[in-house]
């Protein structure tokens, strides 16, 4: 990996920028997905996060491509519809440990005594 790329919010670009980050922002899942195209056609090594509520609006087609992609790992960045819906986490955390690992893995249901 070469880079560090964010794909995100307008509103969060700033932020990702005083951190030192490459940051783009996007208004719609359609300007992300073309910014995303381009990188993958330029066959750009890097890491690529992405905004969880942007990637998760992504079309099934465009989400198969970019997980086909051999020059870009893609890490979404959770906040919002994520972080509010307190089901979801887990799921989350499931899914990317298995992009990170190629393995789906499970957790054990833990009882109100924490066993």
Do not use: W
């Amino acid at each position: 990996m070469s880079r560090l790329l964010v794909v995100t919010r307008n509103a969060l670009v700033p932020g990702f920028h005083l951190a030192g980050v490459e940051a783009f922002g996007v208004a719609d899942k359609d300007e992300a997905q073309s910014l995303i195209s381009g990188l993958i056609e330029e066959r750009e090594s890097c890491l690529l996060a992405v905004d969880y509520d942007i990637m998760a609006s992504f079309e099934p087609g465009f989400t198969r491509h970019l997980d086909a992609a051999q020059d870009i790992y893609v890490v979404p960045i959770p906040g919002g519809i994520l972080l509010r819906q307190s089901a979801f986490r887990q799921q989350y955390i499931v899914e990317m440990i298995r992009r990170a690992v190629g393995i789906h893995i499970t957790f054990r249901v833990q009882d109100d005594n924490g066993g």
